[in-house]
Each structure stands twice: as structure tokens, then as C-alpha cells.
């Protein structure tokens, strides 16, 4: 056996149940994690402490501890490999794109170029952009309330914050009839979105969800969050999925 190989727990990834949303990158402080091609890899045996700070993030269950031959930890080459961490791969990247050195793909740094155009300032901005389609305020989910008439018969929106900033159209596509919440499923607590959202949908009669974020597969930690609420709620609330591309397109939509 090679001296830097030895018996030791390891974190093991299941490729079949991955499905790459990168929420286990930034909890393993190490970089052991990467997600390459859509899925989670262990980048290398050295890299792992075993320690298992992964598990519990993954919605997938893939991610667990198994005890097997494998290379010593090495805190020397966690040092290393963080200095020239490999960029991650993004559906819609650009030549010339640099990931920040977390690794998550949601942090992929891009530069879009816009329509053409001159640049307005907010008194040059023409008359006719519309009018405001929001019905509530605050917005933000961890300050509106759990009960009322805001949501009753409500449509919902639950949103990525990014999600308006990126859709041109957000106001007519998105919010139009519907009651707002946002959240971000990237630097936000997960678990107190999706337990907040289940009091809301448990004590109201909310009609349906729509629930909107980034292409990036961490932002899809708030579909996992309303599809949770729904389900521990014990209500039957129809939820529409709907997946924004970062030029500021629609991608899909789905029912969920």
C-alpha cells in the first residue's frame, strides 16, 4: 500500500442522484466539492477530511460517508488547489468567463452586452414603461406575514431576487395578479424559507405557486424550499416552475 494511502471515512458522491445543484460546494470549506458538467464531484481523495460539514445540504440524498482505502488528507494541497481552483462549467458561458473561487456555478462571473442602445437616467426614462404590476409590500419573504388576507385565494410569486433584475419583461410575464415574495436560495437560510412558506400555505388558502429563479443551479434551492412548503403544508397547491435564463429570457416552464 502507498505510504499517503490509508483506511479512512471519505465523502462519496452518487453520480445517478446528483442532479448538480451546487448547494454542497460552499458548505465543504476544503474544495474538495466541484460540480463539473452538471454534477458534484470529489475533486480529489486529498482534498476530503472526512469530516462529512457536506452532508445534509444535498436534497438528493447523493452525498453520504463511506469508510474506504484511500490518500491521507492533506492540508497543504486543500492550500494549493484553492490557488488554482478549475473553472466550472455554466449552460450559457462565455469565452473569457472566470468563475469565482468558491467553485459553485452560480458564481461563474459574465459579462452580457445588452441591445443597443443609450444609457437613460432615471429622469430621461421614457413615459411609457409601463405601470407597476405589485400588489403587496414588503417583498421580501422573511418580513411578510403568515396570515391574512394577502393571501387568501392569493396567486402566488415566490421569486429569486435576481429573477426581476435579469427578466425585462418581470412586471407583465411574472407579477401580473399575483401576490410577491423573494428570497435568496443562494445566501439565504433554506430551511427558514421553506418553514416559513409551510405556515403560509398551511393557514391561508393560497390558490397556487409560481415560483421563479436563475438558470444557475444553486438558485434552484428555492423551488426545493416551495415544493417542501407545499408538501408539509398538507395542501394541494398547484406550482408552476419557471427557470430564467441569465440573458434575461424565459427558458421553460413546468408544473411541478
Same mark, same amino acid.
Given at each position: #500500500?502507498?505510504? $499517503? #494511502? ?27 466539492? %466541484? ?31 463511506? %469508510? ?14 484553492? +490557488?488554482?481552483?478549475?473553472? =466550472?462549467?455554466?449552460?450559457?458561458? %462565455? ?13 461563474? #462571473?459574465?459579462? !452580457?452586452?445588452? *441591445?443597443?442602445? $443609450?444609457?437613460? $437616467?432615471? +429622469?430621461? +426614462? ?12 414588503? /417583498?421580501? !419573504? ?17 421569486? *429569486? ?7 425585462? *419583461? ?23 424559507? +421553506?418553514?416559513?412558506? $409551510? ?9 397556487? =405557486? ?19 412548503? /407545499? ?7 398547484? /406550482?408552476?416552475? /419557471? ?14
Amino acid at each position: #500500500m502507498n505510504a $499517503t #494511502m490509508k483506511e479512512r471515512e471519505i465523502v462519496r458522491i452518487d453520480p445517478d442522484k446528483c442532479n448538480g445543484c451546487g448547494l454542497c460546494v460552499p458548505k465543504c470549506a476544503e474544495g474538495a466539492i %466541484r460540480i463539473i458538467d452538471g454534477k458534484a464531484y470529489l475533486a480529489a481523495d486529498n482534498l476530503c477530511d472526512g469530516l462529512g460539514a457536506c452532508l445534509g445540504t444535498c436534497p438528493k440524498d447523493a452525498i453520504t460517508i463511506e %469508510r474506504r482505502s484511500a490518500e491521507a488528507f492533506d492540508a497543504e494541497a486543500v492550500h494549493h488547489a484553492a +490557488a488554482k481552483a478549475a473553472p =466550472v462549467k455554466m449552460p450559457h458561458a %462565455r469565452p473569457g468567463d472566470k468563475p469565482l473561487p468558491c467553485g459553485c456555478p452560480g458564481s461563474a #462571473m459574465r459579462q !452580457l452586452k445588452p *441591445a443597443a442602445g $443609450t444609457a437613460k $437616467t432615471p +429622469a430621461d +426614462a421614457p413615459a411609457d414603461i409601463g405601470q407597476s404590476r405589485l400588489e403587496n409590500f414588503p /417583498v421580501q !419573504l422573511a418580513l411578510l406575514p403568515e396570515q391574512g388576507e394577502i393571501w387568501q385565494d392569493a396567486d402566488v410569486l415566490v421569486a *429569486a431576487d435576481c429573477v426581476a433584475f435579469a427578466l425585462p *419583461a418581470f412586471h407583465e410575464q411574472l407579477l401580473a395578479g399575483k401576490k410577491l415574495a423573494i428570497a435568496c436560495p443562494k445566501l439565504d437560510d433554506a430551511g427558514e424559507h +421553506a418553514d416559513k412558506l $409551510t405556515r403560509i400555505f398551511a393557514a391561508n388558502s393560497v390558490a397556487s =405557486v409560481t415560483v421563479a429563479h436563475m438558470e444557475v443551479p444553486c438558485c434552484s434551492g428555492i423551488v426545493r424550499a416551495v415544493e417542501q412548503a /407545499v408538501a408539509a403544508s398538507g395542501k394541494k397547491i398547484p /406550482v408552476i416552475d /419557471v427557470t430564467i435564463a441569465i440573458d434575461g429570457h424565459i427558458l421553460r416552464i413546468q408544473n411541478r
